[in-house]
């Protein structure tokens, strides 16, 4: 089996909901994250690229008819080259990643470009086929942002509930308090702003020209647990925790990394940031979503044959507060390891391309420090999580 490497990661910065990428199509974030990908490598050519693999969540509006094909072409890149889109909702993209890990394992690739991409602002209201033709009675639209929509009617209720009230009945069964969550999310904001005065993102985003963000758009400066712990709560209104301050937000961006195997690193000119040791997957109840990542991640330390004893940073989607602590409290692990520049709960999830956007940050985390050993992970909607361990190439 070859070893598989990561090269590159780059990203945009992540607009809010109707904030300023919302005026950006989706194909047109994925072009320019690719482009991106591409002018970072110049000794790459193009038309040497193997495959293209994009993640996506919604699919149903102008990301539709393969993504990751439509961006290709449209950065005007050699139509040589195949592409394909996958959907494993909020792991899409690090699923790209590890599909093309797995090529280049077994041999079928030399060189993958990898992402993902979420319009959260654009995607769209659908209006399903009548069972007959021309209803006299009015229809409903359906909103494809987030969440279940047109539920088959066998699905059971108790799988259904929305993301929130699943992590409500995930933090009662972890005993995760409230002032626990509120604390988490403004460590977050602290650490991503730090992180991005610090310089720490210059290297990983590309912006888009016309909608240039001087940082994540949902980052906010002068949160503190007690001014949170103010917020209503939104999915119960008795005996509720969650709210919008301590949950990542709805967001619009995109994001790519280059892989390929030890020999490609003459074809595409430029040394691995990391090796891509072990990945995971890992499934339980729908409603238990939040803590599949703790499976997952083992799974991938097995794989790579390690244990947490050897992992010295941890890039955890933080879909909520409450759910990211379920599994850092399962595994273990220091807190300080964990989004030591912040996560999802600042920076954003758009759903397509966070999963990159571990993999990018985990790897600059572990060249900043020089560590050898860290972890990806995220939780996703209907039961599911994904893991994948870096090994820092850059040291020794």
């Given at each position: 089996m070859e070893q598989t490497y990561l090269y590159d990661a780059v990203r945009t910065p992540f607009g809010k909901v109707g904030g300023g990428l919302s005026g950006v199509r989706p194909d047109d974030l994925a072009a320019q994250v690719l482009s991106a990908s591409l002018e970072r490598s110049p000794g790459l050519d193009p038309a040497t690229v193997d495959e293209v693999i994009l993640g996506n969540a919604n699919g149903a509006g102008e990301e539709n008819r393969n993504v990751a094909r439509m961006a290709w072409l449209l950065g005007g890149h050699p139509v040589s080259v195949p592409a394909t889109t996958v959907n494993r909702l909020c792991g899409s993209s690090l699923d790209a990643t590890i599909m093309g890990a797995r090529q280049i394992a077994v041999g079928d690739a030399d060189v993958m470009l990898i992402g993902g991409v979420e319009s959260m602002s654009r995607a769209p209201w659908v209006l399903p086929k009548t069972e007959r033709p021309f209803p006299m009675q009015n229809l409903e639209l359906v909103n494809t942002t987030l969440g279940w929509r047109l539920i088959n009617e066998h699905m059971p209720a108790e799988w259904t509930v929305s993301l929130?009230?699943?992590?409500?009945?995930?933090?009662?069964?972890?005993?995760?308090?409230?002032?626990?969550?509120?604390?988490?999310a403004a460590r977050s904001h602290a650490l991503a702003i730090t992180a991005w005065e610090d310089g720490r993102y210059d290297e990983l985003i590309t912006q888009i020209p016309g909608a240039e963000l001087p940082r994540d758009e949902t980052i906010r400066d002068g949160v503190t647990a007690e001014?949170?712990?103010?917020?209503?709560?939104?999915?119960?209104?008795?005996?509720?925790?969650?709210?919008?301050?301590?949950?990542?937000?709805?967001?619009?961006?995109?994001?790519?990394?280059?892989?390929?195997?030890?020999?490609?690193?003459?074809?595409?000119?430029?040394?691995?940031?990391?090796?891509?040791?072990?990945?995971?997957?890992?499934?339980?109840?729908?409603?238990?979503?939040?803590?599949?990542?703790?499976?997952?991640?083992?799974?991938?330390?097995?794989?790579?044959?390690?244990?947490?004893?050897?992992?010295?940073?941890?890039?955890?989607?933080?879909?909520?507060?409450?759910?990211?602590?379920?599994?850092t409290d399962a595994w273990g692990v220091?807190?300080?390891?964990?989004?030591?520049?912040?996560?999802?709960?600042?920076?954003?999830?758009?759903?397509?391309?966070?999963?990159t956007r571990l993999i990018g940050t985990l790897a600059a985390r572990l060249r900043a420090s020089g560590h050898r050993w860290g972890v990806a992970a995220l939780c996703i909607g209907v039961g599911q999580g994904l893991a994948v361990v870096l090994e820092n190439t850059t040291t020794g």
């Open positions: 929130g009230e699943a992590t409500e009945q995930l933090r009662e069964k972890h005993g995760i308090t409230r002032e626990r969550q509120d604390a988490f001014k949170l712990s103010g917020l209503r709560t939104v999915f119960r209104h008795e005996n509720g925790t969650v709210t919008a301050g301590n949950a990542s937000s709805m967001n619009d961006g995109a994001s790519a990394a280059l892989l390929g195997s030890a020999a490609a690193a003459q074809r595409i000119g430029r040394d691995p940031l990391a090796r891509l040791a072990g990945w995971g997957a890992a499934a339980n109840s729908p409603q238990d979503f939040g803590f599949a990542p703790v499976e997952a991640a083992d799974r991938a330390l097995a794989k790579a044959g390690i244990t947490w004893d050897d992992i010295e940073a941890v890039e955890l989607n933080e879909a909520f507060s409450a759910q990211a602590l379920a599994c220091d807190a300080e390891i964990v989004n030591a520049w912040g996560g999802a709960v600042a920076l954003g999830h758009p759903l397509g391309a966070s999963g």
